[in-house]
């Protein structure tokens, strides 16, 4: 066996790569020959691993998901500690939807879904349903063990969310704001806490 470092992983090369194209060229501004010259390679290479543009992406998205989504929504197999789970998970939640990368993908997708519809379709149930049923799984269980009253679990994880994000996504995502600070992540979440519980605690 040869020394030194161990074979490339051809697919997750093609991934890494295609990434930053899409996010800098746009969905429609990225072909498949675009992708091809930077790696180096050719257009064959590519379909070897992923048959479309559109199988591509996704694998982006789960690439995405893996890196960053998974570890924001790992919750303890027990409704204990509420409180501070709940503020740990907002405060990662919030780190996620607003750093760089994720904001760029955003912006990407608001603009390239109306024409391509299925980039919308691959987001919202690689990104945003994969977290919230994770954190509806915790919410049932919660709901189980007697810490919360939740009717529909689903549309709890939802409204969770949504009130860690109400103050601070739409202004980062404007370029109103560049960056938001700690003590603005903290404040936000410690309300998104006090007004989930207030309408969900037993």
Avoid: W
């Amino acid at each position: 066996m040869a020394l030194g470092r161990p074979p490339r992983d051809r697919r997750s090369e093609i991934i890494e790569i295609a990434g930053p194209l899409f996010l800098e060229h746009g969905y429609q501004g990225t072909s498949m020959s675009r992708i091809a010259a930077a790696l180096g390679g050719s257009k064959g290479t590519l379909y070897a691993y992923f048959d479309s543009k559109e199988a591509l992406f996704e694998a982006y998205m789960e690439d995405r998901v893996r890196q960053r989504g998974a570890a924001v929504f790992n919750l303890p197999p027990h409704p204990a500690d509420l409180h501070d789970v709940l503020r740990l998970l907002g405060k990662r939640y919030l780190g996620l939807i607003t750093d760089e990368v994720s904001l760029a993908l955003v912006r990407l997708l608001y603009h390239e879904a109306p024409r391509f519809p299925e980039i919308g379709r691959i987001f919202y149930e690689t990104c945003i349903l994969r977290g919230r049923r994770h954190l509806a799984e915790y919410l049932k269980r919660a709901d189980e063990h007697g810490a919360l009253r939740i009717p529909d679990a689903e549309v709890a994880a939802q409204h969770f969310l949504a009130l860690c994000q109400a103050t601070l996504s739409m202004p980062v995502m404007l370029c109103i704001k560049d960056v938001i600070t700690e003590e603005e992540t903290e404040r936000a979440v410690e309300s998104a806490v006090s007004v989930f519980l207030a309408a969900y605690a037993i």
